[in-house]
């Protein structure tokens, strides 16, 4: 009987039901692991069941028995490759899982902070709005989305489905591409010094890899309007951190939204933490993929990667 290792139960959230996996082979739930507990976890294996552990072979040397690695994600930067094809071991990923609850999230942070819902919500519960004279309260400025340009780095599923979204809204979208590639698509697709220049708001969708890493530094940062608004829900090691602080504090931008950040659970000497403005910026804690149908979604999504696996279907396959 096959032996599936599920290794990181926690990240799909407590409410999580692992039963879809039953019919497949005995399964063996951990619902939380490191790396360094990866060796004497996956040493019986047959498949793995991962998301963010690093697979490689300091992790998964002693898994003799190791045919497949299931991530529980769509970025597969944690995964070695090279190794992998030289063990001869699968590894599927779950693409496409998460687009429409990234893309709902890119809104709420863009919302959030563009018509400072901070302030007028803290203006009424606070009793100002009730002492006041005035049906409306004009304490900060906001604009309509309807004529702005919309900036993106990475016109994926994920980027093309917020680029549907913003253009409803009236929104003329440009495009960048970190790799160079040409975009098959309807947007102007732009370098990156006139999507900077040009964007009311810009958002990155694209994966981490050599392109993008350290991609946005204050010199990209500077290089925006100060009106401009900046969301990044793809990974936080395309921003550098340090200097997204300081553009935000001189004013290079008018204000930022990250669902991702280079080190998760995010580190305590991190500068963005020095900023409490909530009308400059809002870090939620690597939530854009947590809706509940979204993440019930890739374990359905993973069970029939295994399925597709044992009859050598290589649809979702990286390696």
């Given at each position: 009987?096959?032996?599936?290792?599920?290794?990181?139960?926690?990240?799909?959230?407590?409410?999580?039901?692992?039963?879809?996996?039953?019919?497949?082979?005995?399964?063996?739930?951990?619902?939380?692991?490191?790396?360094?507990?990866?060796?004497?976890?996956?040493?019986?294996?047959?498949?793995?069941?991962?998301?963010?552990?690093?697979?490689?072979?300091?992790?998964?040397?002693?898994?003799?028995?190791?045919?497949?690695?299931?991530?529980?994600?769509?970025g597969f930067n944690n995964l070695d490759g090279d190794y992998l094809k030289k063990r001869g071991i699968a590894a599927y990923n779950v693409a496409g899982y998460s687009t429409n609850g990234v893309a709902q999230h890119t809104f709420a942070l863009l919302f959030y902070i563009l018509e400072k819902l901070n302030y007028y919500d803290n203006y009424v519960k606070s009793g100002e709005y009730a002492r006041g004279t005035c049906f409306s309260h004009f304490g900060q400025n906001f604009f309509e989305l309807d004529g702005k340009t919309w900036g993106i780095i990475g016109l994926g599923a994920i980027g093309n489905r917020v680029a549907q979204i913003a253009k409803a809204f009236g929104c003329h979208i440009i495009c960048y591409s970190a790799s160079g590639k040409k975009y098959n698509t309807e947007y102007e697709q732009v370098s990156l010094d006139e999507l900077l220049s040009r964007s009311d708001i810009l958002s990155v969708h694209a994966p981490l890899n050599g392109y993008t890493e350290n991609l946005m530094t204050l010199e990209k940062f500077r290089k925006m309007k100060k009106s401009a608004i900046f969301l990044n829900l793809a990974r936080g090691a395309i921003v550098n951190e340090p200097d997204l602080y300081t553009a935000l504090t001189e004013g290079s931008i008018a204000g930022a939204g990250l669902d991702v950040l280079c080190?998760?659970?995010?580190?305590?000497?991190?500068?963005?933490?020095?900023?409490?403005?909530?009308?400059?910026?809002?870090?939620?804690?690597?939530?854009?993929?947590?809706?509940?149908?979204?993440?019930?979604?890739?374990?359905?999504?993973?069970?029939?990667?295994?399925?597709?696996?044992?009859?050598?279907?290589?649809?979702?396959?990286?390696?």
């Open positions: 009987m096959m032996k599936i290792v599920i290794l990181e139960a926690d990240s799909l959230g407590q409410d999580m039901v692992f039963t879809p996996f039953e019919a497949l082979g005995e399964v063996v739930i951990y619902r939380s692991t490191t790396a360094d507990e990866m060796e004497e976890k996956t040493k019986d294996a047959d498949v793995i069941v991962a998301n963010k552990v690093p697979i490689c072979e300091s992790t998964i040397g002693k898994a003799q028995n190791l045919k497949l690695v299931c991530l529980t994600a769509t080190k998760e659970p995010m580190n305590p000497e991190n500068p963005l933490l020095k900023i409490q403005n909530s009308n400059k910026l809002i870090i939620t804690p690597h939530i854009a993929w947590a809706a509940k149908e979204t993440r019930f979604r890739v374990v359905d999504e993973v069970v029939k990667n295994i399925q597709r696996f044992q009859r050598d279907d290589r649809t979702n396959r990286v390696y």
